[in-house]
């Protein structure tokens, strides 16, 4: 049964501090998405791959963000340095670029303090 | 742009009851629309899917008929369980929509709650 997962699943810093979230989509997929989840704001679409190439990021703070694919097995989120307000879950979702369906992971949840 | 609107919850039934959480989009083309669930603690699953108008998407014992000619995809279950307690999203995909990127979508989640 094939599975998105995300390390690590738990996450407590402080303010300032860098965090780095991975992903490893389901194998053969070749579209990646990251979701931010507050109460406050739901899901929210942060940053989309398509076949490694990031095409959307219109979602994510561009000056303490960053997503990146090293490889077609890897997917990594950064914040740097990182805010009490970036304290939520935060899920990876792979799926094919011919299809629509998204498979979510268990999600990292973040908590700066 | 697209949007989907689904009901606030919470909501809060009697275990065998009839459930009914209303799911309305706006798209240009022909979305397809989904109704993922999050149980809790975990990440979104989806739950069905239907392309087309008139097309049933089921699974669990839920349904949710896309019906164009009122923008809906509404999720039924005709007894509910204590174990279906979870978070509902409704959404749709833009691939075939007009836009340009396959992403879908999401309303804002109906939290359910069955109680025994």
């Known amino acids: 049964d094939a599975r998105v997962t995300q390390t690590p699943r738990h996450k407590v810093t402080e303010m300032g501090q860098e965090v780095t979230m991975r992903c490893q989509p389901i194998l053969g997929h070749n579209t990646v998405f990251w979701y931010r989840q507050t109460m406050m704001q739901g899901l929210e679409l942060l940053a989309y791959f398509r076949n490694r190439a990031p095409l959307d990021d219109s979602g994510m703070p561009k000056d303490r963000f960053s997503a990146e694919m090293p490889d077609a097995t890897l997917a990594t989120l950064k914040i740097q340095p990182s805010e009490p307000r970036d304290s939520a879950v935060y899920f990876c979702?792979?799926?094919?670029?011919?299809?629509?369906?998204?498979?979510f992971g268990p999600g990292t949840r973040l908590l700066v303090l | 742009g697209d949007s989907v609107t689904q009901m606030e919850g919470p909501v809060t039934l009697s275990e065998e009851a009839f459930l009914t959480i209303n799911c309305t989009y706006t798209?240009?083309?022909?979305?397809?629309l989904f109704w993922y669930v999050q149980y809790p603690g975990e990440g979104l699953q989806l739950l069905l899917k239907a392309t087309k108008a008139d097309d049933k998407g089921s699974n669990k014992g839920f349904e949710a008929t896309y019906r164009k000619e009122t923008t809906s995809f509404h999720l039924e279950k005709g007894s509910v369980q204590v174990s279906d307690s979870a978070v509902y999203f409704c959404a749709l995909s833009d691939r075939f929509s007009g836009g340009s990127q396959g992403n879908l979508i999401f309303g804002k989640g109906t939290k359910l709650s069955v109680k025994p």
């Open positions: 979702a792979s799926g094919l670029v011919s299809g629509e369906t998204q498979y």
């Open positions: 798209a240009t083309g022909y979305p397809s």
